[in-house]
């Protein structure tokens, strides 16, 4: 009541251009009323079935929150209903959206709302300019199909956003999308922490990183990790996916892209003209696409921003996990692997590298000694919060690698053997062949530079007391003493 | 030293008196010392609980409450506007020329300046003969602060600019015979329609 | 201004003239407790328009150390039944007027004495400002002593203090505050500007929301776009926050974080 008496003029105005584009532009008739059913992601709300428009009432609260951003580092997120990305909104073409704003009593800042979905002056900002502890209303009808991202627009803008305030609202089309059998809210935001990415603790927001645009963190639904792990994206083999997927920015553009799958159809920019056969969709800050595929084998699939940097050091990566029955005429799996050298003599030269490392592991089995314990258990915690944050990508959940690609850290013979090695790799990172149990890679493994002296003995001692392995503790000292003899090996080659 | 203390006390009683001096030269009460006053008898949503003073264009000293008993249409101008303020005021009399003869005389209409340095009572006086308002429209000129308070009530956002010039909103306010506000309207040269139903709803 | 009978002010006069004892040079030097003489200096508004000057040109003037505690409120609501929260009129204070105090005339628990006033409408600090003789500083002051660092009159040249200031900003809205007194001062000698709460100024609603009358159509200051454009100082970030924060209350609001200090002419 009061809220009406006190209505701005530019709520006036607004109503006012409303009732003008209802006279105008040839809208349906609205037909009783419901309220909006919101869902946080990956969740989406079931697809409408109505065949009339009508009123629906949306009420959002905006909340400031202090949450995970990484394993062991906070952020407090400024959001749309508590979590990142916003809740998700699901209207039908021509539906007329009474929109309440709520911001809770306990937030410092007011917030609003720009909906891309609405037709007005600022998409709603100003109708829905709201102090702490106050609800904003605005009315607006939903003209065009599509899926379109919401954000808080309030001064400084690019903060509000970068703190987390955005998400997605679906206007599907009067005749529905087709049927699939899954469907799913991904959205790619990136952070700008005072500290680098892993850096523990509450992390406050850095101007200067976002007006430059370099987000130590770059993530989907709002932290690394949202959608990996036992988070992951769960389907089996056949089914069709929906993945509704938005990028709030900020500043950056996102290179979608799921590893191992080919797009049917992608609405590209969250349009309503399907297009066919896609790899990677480009996706705008404060844009958005559907995209839908099917996958015909089992196996976890990543997704990623294509920018690839952002996926393995940052944390834009996300997993889908398929099960059910393999198809090998549609993927073999790997059917052989020799060795190349230019020529066919090479295969003499693999065998001499394979067999002194089996003679090495029986050796060392030997020379363990059981006195050489662990550290605490703190430092085996710590240890598995850095893998969860920096290793696990690549080496896996459980430190069963890749095949082929990516060697094991589970049951790993050089990892148990060879100490100081190991954290020469950690430090200064390693390319070129290294054989584990028997099995030769050929990879790269980039220098882990974000870790200092006690997170890499951590690690290491996390990873060489887990998953089958039993070794000594690697403590920071050795770390230390190992970073010199890289430095100086550094200085030496840089003179030669 | 006798001198000295003497001054002493003379100051320390001259502070009080002067303040007081300067309440009593003031005809009408203001809010600081209103604080053991009895309840108003104004309803708790109404505007005319404020003791703020005004003048209006005839030299009287009023405070809002002596405009209740009669619908009020309100709008905050200043007299040099020469831009929005000209068709906010046309506005005004559209929506008196809307309503019937014997409807016209049972409401009020006032006009309050942002610009309290200018919009002296003759320079409002002049204005009301510049525009031939009629008797029911009642001008009013405020200090600044009390002006402030006003538009905060109303919900007015505004600011002096460069060359004694004001940038504000532009809001056309109805309150009831109790001072509470019925309905706004926003914006330049709008509708009159709902404002005009509104005002003959209160009189019903 | 005050307006002393004639031959009040000839003595008031001979004080100035015989300003020997603490007293009365206190009263010449303008000490007075609690406040402090912020000098005369140049606010640069965070947007400037045609119609605007870039610069405001603002006079000297005395500014509470440090804002408005629960118990100095205590002290305005037993002499002033009428702002008591069972007594005060909707109109001037909304259903949240002092929602953290335990009752009319005990702040409780949840507002130690120590604490700044916070859930006070603008209406109420007007009150408060007016009973103690004092007033609520305007934008263009409340900047000025808030723009210093401990050691600079002008934060804008300490990159520290402005990482200090937005650091506050950026954190989530607790509702618990630290007593008033611990903050550091700033070069005026004035605490507790940032990193405790929102502050009410006399002129929030100078901002136009919308409907301004001469810089034509809606004024999308706060929001995206328009705000970098005219903005005086884009990276200011605390300085969009305040903007916006001012911009989106009404006078009758009373928030969680938002309290007031006061100021006073010379």
Not at chain 2, 141 to 146: E, H
Not at chain 3, 17 to 39: H, K, Q, W, Y
Not at chain 3, 70 to 86: A, G, H, I, M
């Amino acid at each position: 009541m009061k809220t009406n008496l006190f209505a701005k003029p530019g709520i006036a105005v607004c109503l006012l251009a409303m009732a003008w584009i209802t006279r105008a532009a040839d809208v349906p008739a609205i037909v009783g009323e419901e309220n909006a059913i919101l869902t946080d992601a990956p969740n989406v709300p079931s697809p409408i079935t109505r065949t009339y428009a009508t009123k629906v009432i949306v009420h959002l609260e905006v909340k400031e929150v202090t949450k995970q951003l990484a394993d062991g580092v906070e952020y407090t997120f400024w959001t749309f209903g508590g979590n990142v990305p916003g809740k998700f909104i699901r209207i039908r073409q021509g539906d007329e959206v009474e929109f309440h704003l709520a911001n809770s009593p306990d937030s410092k800042m007011p917030h609003n709302i720009d909906l891309h979905a609405v037709s007005g002056p600022g998409g709603g900002t100003a109708a829905s300019f709201t102090a702490p502890g106050h609800e904003s209303q605005f009315t607006f009808r939903a003209l065009n199909a599509g899926l379109y991202v919401y954000h808080c627009a309030t001064a400084p803008v690019g903060m509000h956003i970068a703190n987390g305030m955005y998400g997605l609202i679906l206007v599907q089309p009067t005749n529905g999308l087709p049927p699939v059998d899954k469907e799913f809210y991904v959205m790619q935001g990136e952070f700008y922490t005072a500290g680098k990415f892993g850096d523990p603790g509450l992390q406050p927001f850095d101007m200067d990183k976002a007006i430059d645009e370099r987000p130590p963190y770059v993530v989907f639904n709002g932290a690394v990790g949202a959608l990996s792990g036992s988070n992951a994206l769960t389907a089996r083999v056949g089914e069709k996916i929906r993945f509704f997927i938005g990028n709030g920015g900020p500043n950056l553009v996102s290179s979608f892209h799921v590893i191992g799958n080919i797009f049917d159809t992608v609405y590209q920019d969250g349009g309503t003209t399907p297009i066919h056969d896609v790899q990677t969709t480009l996706i705008p800050a404060g844009g958005a696409a559907i995209a839908e595929f099917s996958p015909k084998v089992p196996g976890d699939y990543a997704f990623v921003d294509h920018s690839i940097f952002r996926a393995f050091n940052k944390g834009a990566s996300g997993a889908l996990k398929v099960s059910g029955e393999a198809n090998l005429a549609i993927f073999s799996g790997k059917q052989s692997d020799t060795i190349f050298k230019g020529d066919a003599s090479a295969n003499s030269v693999a065998a001499k590298t394979i067999e002194p490392a089996k003679a090495a592991v029986a050796a060392s089995a030997k020379n363990f000694s059981a006195d050489a314990k662990p550290t605490s258990s703190s430092g085996m915690e710590s240890g598995k919060s850095v893998y969860m944050r920096t290793c696990f990508i690549c080496h896996q959940q459980n430190g069963q690698g890749v095949p082929n690609q990516i060697p094991p850290l589970a049951g790993s013979d050089f990892l148990v053997n060879n100490k100081d090695e190991v954290i020469r790799i950690v430090i200064q990172g390693r390319q070129g062949e290294v054989t584990v149990n028997g099995k030769t890679y050929n990879g790269v493994m980039i220098p882990q530079g974000n870790l200092n002296d006690e997170q890499i003995a951590n690690v290491l001692t996390y990873v060489r007391n887990s998953w089958g392995n039993h070794a000594d503790a690697v403590t920071a000292a050795e770390v230390s003493g190992a970073r010199k003899t890289v430095a100086t090996t550094t200085t030496a080659n840089n003179f030669e | 030293m006798i001198t000295k203390s003497l001054i002493i006390t003379v100051v320390l009683l001259s502070l009080p008196l002067g303040i007081a001096a300067a309440g009593e030269t003031n005809l009408v009460c203001r809010s600081c010392c209103m604080a053991e006053l009895p309840a108003t008898r104004f309803t708790d949503k109404s505007l005319y609980q404020v003791q703020s003073a005004w003048t209006t264009d005839g030299q009287k000293e009023i405070n809002l409450g002596a405009l209740a008993g009669r619908p009020q249409i309100v709008l905050m101008f200043f007299s040099r506007c020469t831009t929005a303020c000209p068709v906010l005021v046309n506005d005004l009399r559209k929506i008196e020329s809307a309503l019937p003869a014997e409807t016209r005389q049972k409401i009020g209409f006032t006009l309050v300046s942002f610009d309290s340095e200018h919009d002296t009572a003759p320079v409002l006086a002049e204005y009301r003969k510049e525009w031939n308002l009629p008797g029911n429209w009642t001008l009013l000129t405020g200090a600044a602060d009390d002006v402030r308070e006003l538009a905060a009530l109303l919900g007015i956002q505004y600011k002096e600019t460069a060359g004694g010039q004001f940038a504000h909103s532009n809001v056309i306010t109805l309150l009831n015979a109790e001072g509470e506000i019925v309905f706004q309207q926003g914006g330049l040269d709008q509708d009159i329609g709902p404002m005009v139903q509104r005002i003959e709803q209160q009189l019903k | 201004m005050m307006k002393l009978p004639a031959p009040w002010n000839l003595v008031f006069v001979l004080t100035l003239l015989f300003s020997a004892t603490d007293f009365s040079r206190a009263v010449t030097n303008g000490e007075i407790p609690g406040m402090v003489l912020i000098p005369a200096g140049v606010y640069r508004p965070l947007f400037k328009s045609k119609s605007e000057p870039a610069k405001i040109a603002v006079k000297s003037f005395y500014l509470d150390i440090e804002p408005v505690s629960n118990r100095d409120y205590l002290e305005f609501v037993r002499t002033n039944p009428r702002w008591r929260r069972s007594h005060v009129a909707r109109i001037f204070a909304d259903e949240s007027y002092l929602k953290n105090w335990a009752d009319d005339l005990d702040p409780g628990r949840d507002a130690p004495a120590d604490a700044p006033v916070v859930n006070v409408s603008w209406f109420a600090a007007k009150a408060y400002a007016q009973w103690k003789h004092k007033r609520l500083p305007v934008i263009a002051e409340w900047e000025i002593a808030a723009n210093a660092s401990a050691t600079n009159p002008d934060g804008e040249k300490d990159p520290q203090f402005k990482a200090e200031v937005l650091k506050w900003y950026s954190e989530s809205g607790a509702t618990e505050f630290l007593p008033l007194g611990r903050g550091e001062k700033n070069f005026y000698g004035v605490r507790d500007l940032h990193g405790l709460i929102w502050e009410w100024v006399a002129d929030f609603n100078s901002a136009i929301l919308s409907g301004d009358s001469r810089d034509g159509g809606v004024d999308a200051k706060f929001f995206c776009g328009g705000g970098a454009q005219s903005a005086q100082n884009v990276d200011d970030y605390p300085a969009f926050m305040r903007f916006a924060f001012r911009g989106s209350l009404k006078a009758d609001y009373c928030i969680h974080n938002l309290g007031f200090r006061c100021a006073k002419d010379l």
